[in-house]
């Protein structure tokens, strides 16, 4: 797309590529700064784009990515009636006792857990529910809840790079290439085994043998019986049975013609019907209104401004004249063209969506299919693009959708995320991650 193809007239005929690049930058300046909250900002950088006619209204609307709106409004609202069988008490106690109340084995124990469901359900669903049930344990063993919540995010985007249906980036590159589940495991899985346990090791030098629990208060979590955890038996099955519908829904999300967003909405909706069935309408509209008042509106909200702000520079062409001057610049070296795509969709994928880059990656790299011996030649490009857009995410606290999420939990609890802090922790290690993914696509592909 050249640069203004999409828009309308801007304000003082400014040049929209620059005049959305420039909303963009300081958007996200006024973020790492921290001094007004990140839903606000993104939202008045959201009504800038409008107002000074980068983008339309329609274009606007049509820039939000409703299915990831759906799928977190969804997946709170199952969150927030879920708890309150006390589910979430009953695995943090569960996963206490099995790490024998040791502070290190609980996060490495996390990490674990949240990495393998990551690669099988959506990052964000997956966070939605680890992270209240990790906010337990870290109240109960009396040990700070921020470095167990912050490792969730980095196994989530970790994780979900191994499968084709783990990171919306993977769905798109193999409904684009025909790639199958089979082909994402085969060839994502070994690296991001050695990632995933290079992180472990490093959570473990940075926060694990410097964890201390008093031993009254391992001795407290020790005597506890998960079972007794439950307060509503009732509601607790009637939330399996609406999560493991919900599941099977996001398994079979693609024969269904579902989208995730639809399917988590129809359980929430689901949910709230069986809980509140045969209960007085006002005892109804109140339970109902405190249900709604769980969801992470905060959340909701930034990540519309966002992505409007994202479609404003996706309008006007910089994503495509990036992708264009990467490839240009690598001068048609299979070696250096796999190896940038695979650097630069890390570095982008860091401050923007990962998915309209991947989006505006895939015929680009299409079209160098006769430079590199036809579509089969492309595989490296294709692996070193999933791998950069997912693993990217981390290295920043707006990278990924998981990464917000989870700071929207955790600013709730009273364990704020700040976008400075995070980026000096965060950014390193996915640097380590992506210098894994370099070294493996080398040897194996190139």
Same mark, same amino acid.
């Given at each position: 797309m050249e640069a203004g193809a999409a828009t309308h007239a801007t304000l003082f005929g400014l040049d929209p590529l620059w005049l959305s690049t420039a909303i963009l930058i300081v958007s996200y300046a006024t973020i790492m700064f921290e001094r007004v909250n990140r839903a606000i900002v993104a939202l008045? %950088? !959201?009504?800038?784009?409008?107002? +000074? %006619?980068?983008?339309? &209204?329609? &274009?606007?609307?049509?820039?939000?990515? =409703?299915?990831? $709106?759906?799928? @977190?409004?969804?997946?709170?609202?199952?969150?927030?009636?879920?708890?309150? /069988?006390?589910? *979430? &008490?009953? !695995?943090?106690?569960?996963?206490?006792?099995?790490?024998?109340? +040791?502070?290190?084995?609980?996060?490495?124990?996390?990490?674990?857990?949240?990495?393998?469901? /990551?690669? =099988?359900?959506?990052?964000?669903?997956?966070?939605? *529910?680890?992270?209240?049930?990790?906010?337990?344990? !870290?109240? &109960?063993?009396?040990?700070?809840?921020?470095? =167990?919540l912050f490792t969730e995010i980095l196994a989530s985007n970790i994780g979900g790079t191994a499968t084709l249906i783990g990171d919306p980036p993977n769905i798109i590159i193999g409904s684009a290439t025909g790639l199958t589940f089979n082909d994402f495991l085969a060839n994502l899985a070994p690296v991001i085994l050695i990632v995933l346990g290079a992180q472990i090791a490093i959570n473990h030098l940075i926060w694990g043998r410097k964890m201390k629990v008093d031993e009254a208060a391992r001795a407290r979590v020790m005597a506890f019986k998960p079972a007794e955890a439950i307060n509503d038996w009732p509601l607790l099955w009637k939330s399996l049975f609406v999560l493991v519908l919900v599941i099977v829904g996001f398994v079979l999300a693609d024969p269904l013609q579902l989208e995730p967003g639809s399917i988590a909405m129809l359980g929430a909706a689901l949910l709230l019907l069986l809980e509140h069935l045969g209960r007085p309408g006002e005892d109804q509209s109140h339970q109902v209104h405190h249900t709604f008042g769980e969801v992470e509106w905060i959340t909701i909200f930034f990540f519309v401004g966002l992505f $409007?702000?994202?479609?404003?520079?996706?309008?006007?062409?910089?994503?495509?004249?990036?992708?264009?001057? @990467?490839?240009? !610049?690598?001068? %048609?070296?299979?070696?250096?063209?796999?190896?940038?795509?695979?650097?630069? +969709?890390?570095?982008?994928?860091?401050?923007?969506? #990962?998915?309209?880059?991947?989006?505006?990656?895939?015929?680009? $790299?299409?079209?160098?299919?006769?430079? *590199?011996?036809?579509?089969?030649?492309? @595989?490296?490009?294709?692996? /070193?693009? /999933?791998?950069?857009?997912?693993?990217?995410?981390?290295?920043?606290?707006? %990278?990924?959708?998981? #990464?917000?999420?989870?700071?929207?939990?955790?600013?709730r609890a009273g364990v704020p995320f700040r976008f400075v802090p995070f980026l000096v922790m965060a950014f390193p290690m996915m640097l380590m991650s992506v210098l894994i993914s370099t070294a493996y696509v080398y040897l194996r592909y190139l």
């Open positions: 008045l %950088g !959201a009504g800038a784009v409008i107002v +000074s %006619g980068v983008l339309d &209204q329609e &274009q606007a609307i049509a820039g939000i990515d =409703f299915n990831t $709106i759906a799928l @977190l409004t969804g997946t709170m609202l199952l969150v927030a009636i879920s708890k309150r /069988s006390g589910v *979430f &008490q009953y !695995a943090a106690v569960w996963s206490a006792k099995v790490a024998r109340g +040791s502070p290190w084995a609980m996060l490495a124990l996390l990490m674990l857990v949240t990495a393998l469901v /990551s690669a =099988f359900l959506n990052n964000v669903t997956t966070v939605l *529910f680890m992270a209240p049930v990790t906010l337990v344990i !870290a109240e &109960q063993l009396e040990v700070p809840p921020y470095p =167990f $409007i702000i994202v479609a404003g520079v996706e309008h006007a062409g910089l994503l495509s004249l990036l992708a264009h001057e @990467l490839i240009k !610049a690598t001068g %048609g070296d299979l070696t250096v063209t796999t190896l940038a795509v695979l650097w630069a +969709s890390a570095l982008l994928s860091a401050i923007i969506d #990962n998915i309209p880059f991947v989006a505006t990656m895939i015929p680009v $790299i299409k079209n160098m299919a006769a430079n *590199f011996g036809g579509p089969e030649g492309l @595989l490296p490009l294709w692996w /070193s693009l /999933s791998l950069g857009a997912c693993l990217g995410g981390n290295g920043t606290l707006i %990278g990924a959708s998981a #990464n917000l999420t989870v700071a929207g939990i955790g600013d």
